[in-house]
């Protein structure tokens, strides 16, 4: 009795020794949420833009777009190469001022690709407006590449979008939360800038400065060519498949729309003659026709439905690009 | 059974009480732990739910050469991590080991630096625990970092030679820690430091009170080999000569014992004498004055 009780408070003194002094070890529970849901946190969007200046002021110091590559991609790039082939040819033609402080960032909170990043600029100089600059992430293992920039309109205003914690929403063109639908939107305006001012679609929109250039410009040159007998016929293509929309704080949208524009200017029996500028774009040799083409872009602000206001352009850009001899 | 017998029962249990305790006390695990694992691919990930276990502090990962690590959105790192091999650490397999499992991927060596791939027959998993054939570096090679692709969707970023060792509180809840070798080749090992509850509050009581009783035990064994009778002895005789102290003295006037050897304050009561019921007179006294009484009452 006496060895069965001493052998019992052995065993219990040794298990209490072997097993009670260490808790077990933790076991995984439920995943936290992340506090910001943005695909980029405001340092990782201004780490993009930092670096994409730092590649454009190595480039334009060298005048080499073959330098933009690691940021630059598109209508960027080939808008920037053009610029600096220009400015090689041309005095006084320098690659546009692009402004590296941004006064706003417009983050996507997108869980999938193609992934948004935009930018507004501090203004350059007193006499211009603020850029509007957007990037595009493709997938996961490719850098965000600036795509295009546009000077904002006189006057306008971008709408309010979420912050940098919570993102916007990446809408898909035919979102029919907001109407019109970006889609149609942007096809309405193209239309409406095929068709000029007189333009049914004309009211559907808010008037700005770029169709209105371009409108006067299309009336110079028409009424140049049709003076000497001539003609010439523009024409305007939206690229919906590098087209962007982000969802703005109210409920609107924002598109970001690069467009194709061409101008074809003929005069039979006429040997055309291109400007100093132009001349570094020529492809072939200009002799009674000559084709511009033009990389465009334009961000267009689709209003949240009730709120009484018409879609409207805010930033816009006219790009030419080159100069063919057909 | 007697005192002394308890006493020494009591004191084999104490002494039982103090060897567990002292082997408790050698055996008192560290509150702070270090679980390491062997790594066999270039890239470890740690998610965001085992990021958030309770004491986890710090993780280390050490490899040969430059060393990234990397916090990022779960669905980016999900996303970039199907191009990769990769072990995932899942949790604790007991305190000793990390519960990890292994994604592959499945890689066409080339023999030469060339950005387009060209077919291969001996294709093979890049986390195999095989040594793969390597070009020879030669004197002057450049090392060749691997390609990870962009490093726009890292949220936050650290770099080191051979190791990175990062503060679990470093990297914000929610997203999911990655740490990959610069060059491709495997990482080492991976260690988890934890801050856990010990629970030996009860060791050094059991200590204290074991030393305690086992000194009991032993003193009572002791008595029982001691001749004590010449004390007894003693003692016996001092009590009976302290006993005997004060008898045949005069009483202290006005103590108690003098008023007891006087006897009863309080006289006897006479039932059934005439004047009992008040009429006939006061109540007689037969007892004669100064008389002592007895202890019981009685008279003399």
């Known amino acids: 009795m006496k060895r069965n009780t001493l052998l019992a408070v052995a065993a219990i003194a040794s298990a209490l020794a072997l097993a009670g002094c260490a808790a077990e070890p933790p076991v995984v529970g439920a995943t936290p949420s992340p506090e910001a849901n943005s695909a980029l946190l405001e340092s990782q969007a201004q780490a993009i833009i930092d670096d994409t200046f730092t590649v454009l002021a190595a480039a334009d110091k060298a005048g080499d777009a073959s330098l933009l590559d690691s940021r630059f991609e598109g209508d960027a790039a080939a808008v920037r190469a053009v610029e600096y082939s220009v400015a090689a040819a041309v005095a006084d033609a320098p690659p546009a001022d692009l402004p590296s402080e941004v006064q706003g960032l417009y983050v996507s909170n997108a869980e999938?690709?193609?992934?948004?990043?935009?930018?507004?600029?501090?203004?350059?100089t007193d006499d211009l407006t603020p850029v509007v600059y957007l990037w595009i992430q493709d997938s996961v293992e490719e850098p965000y590449t600036l795509r295009a920039w546009a000077h904002m309109v006189p006057g306008a205003t971008l709408p309010a979008m979420a912050g940098a914690v919570d993102g916007a929403t990446q809408l898909a063109?035919?979102?029919?939360?907001?109407?019109?639908?970006?889609?149609?939107?942007?096809?309405?305006?193209?239309?409406?800038?095929?068709?000029?001012?007189?333009?049914?679609?004309?009211?559907d929109f808010a008037p700005d400065s770029y169709s209105q250039q371009l409108f006067a410009a299309r009336n110079t040159l028409a009424e140049a060519a049709t003076t000497v007998g001539g003609a010439y016929v523009d024409t305007v293509q939206p690229n919906l498949a590098n087209t962007y929309v982000l969802s703005t704080s109210d409920g609107g949208a924002l598109v970001f729309a690069p467009l194709q524009v061409t101008s074809s200017f003929s005069v039979t029996?006429?040997?055309?003659?291109?400007?100093?500028?132009?001349?570094?774009?020529?492809?072939?040799?200009?002799?009674?026709?000559?084709?511009?083409?033009?990389?465009?872009?334009?961000?267009?602000?689709?209003?949240?439905?009730?709120?009484?206001?018409?879609?409207?352009?805010?930033a816009a850009e006219h790009h030419v690009v080159t100069v063919k001899a057909e | 059974m007697t005192l002394r017998t308890t006493a020494i029962i009591a004191g084999v249990i104490g002494l039982l009480m103090l060897i567990a305790g002292l082997v408790a006390n050698d055996s008192r695990p560290d509150s702070e732990v270090l679980t390491t694992?062997?790594?066999?691919?270039?890239?470890?990930?740690?998610?965001?739910?085992?990021?958030?276990?309770?004491?986890?502090?710090?993780?280390?990962?050490?490899?040969?050469?430059a060393v990234e690590a990397h916090s990022a959105r779960g669905v980016d790192a999900s996303a970039w991590l199907k191009r990769q091999s990769a072990t995932y650490v899942v949790g604790y397999q007991g305190w000793d080991n990390l519960a990890t499992r292994t994604q592959s991927r499945v890689v066409v060596?080339?023999?030469?630096?060339?950005?387009?791939?060209?077919?291969?027959?001996?294709?093979?998993?890049?986390?195999?625990?095989?040594?793969?054939?390597?070009?020879?570096?030669?004197?002057?090679?450049?090392?060749?970092?691997?390609?990870?692709?962009?490093?726009?969707?890292?949220?936050?970023?650290?770099?080191?030679?051979?190791?990175?060792?990062?503060?679990?509180?470093?990297?914000?809840?929610?997203?999911?820690?990655?740490?990959?070798?610069?060059?491709?080749?495997?990482?080492?090992?991976?260690?988890?430091?934890?801050?856990?509850?010990v629970n030996d509050g009860w060791i050094n009581p059991l200590i204290w009170i074991g030393a305690a009783l086992a000194a009991l035990g032993a003193l009572a064994a002791l008595s029982g080999l001691i001749d004590t009778r010449p004390v007894q002895a003693r003692v016996e005789a001092?009590?009976?000569?302290?006993?005997?102290?004060?008898?045949?003295?005069?009483?202290?006037?006005?103590?108690?014992?003098?008023?007891?050897l006087a006897g009863s304050a309080v006289p006897p009561s006479a039932f059934g004498e005439p004047g009992m019921d008040g009429a006939d007179g006061p109540i007689q006294d037969d007892t004669p004055a100064g008389e002592p009484t007895k202890d019981e009452g009685g008279v003399l």
């Open chain 1, 173 to 203: 063109l035919g979102e029919q939360g907001v109407d019109p639908s970006p889609r149609a939107a942007l096809e309405n305006y193209v239309e409406f800038l095929r068709q000029g001012a007189g333009s049914e679609l004309a009211p």
């Open chain 2, 238 to 260: 001092w009590s009976r000569a302290r006993a005997k102290s004060g008898a045949g003295a005069e009483a202290r006037p006005g103590s108690r014992r003098e008023r007891r």
């Open chain 1, 269 to 314: 029996g006429a040997t055309l003659k291109v400007s100093d500028r132009d001349a570094p774009l020529v492809q072939g040799k200009v002799t009674d026709r000559a084709t511009y083409t033009y990389r465009d872009f334009v961000v267009l602000s689709v209003p949240a439905p009730g709120i009484g206001q018409l879609p409207a352009v805010v």
């Open chain 2, 37 to 65: 694992g062997t790594l066999a691919t270039p890239v470890i990930v740690v998610g965001p739910e085992v990021m958030a276990l309770p004491g986890l502090s710090r993780i280390t990962v050490t490899a040969d050469g």
């Open chain 1, 112 to 124: 999938t690709w193609p992934r948004v990043l935009a930018a507004v600029s501090e203004p350059p």
């Open chain 2, 109 to 197: 060596p080339s023999a030469s630096p060339s950005p387009s791939p060209s077919p291969s027959e001996s294709a093979a998993p890049a986390a195999t625990s095989e040594p793969t054939e390597a070009p020879t570096a030669a004197e002057g090679d450049v090392e060749l970092a691997a390609d990870y692709g962009s490093a726009d969707d890292w949220r936050a970023s650290w770099r080191g030679l051979d190791r990175v060792s990062i503060a679990v509180d470093a990297v914000a809840p929610g997203e999911t820690f990655v740490v990959f070798s610069a060059d491709g080749s495997d990482l080492t090992n991976v260690q988890f430091t934890a801050t856990r509850q």
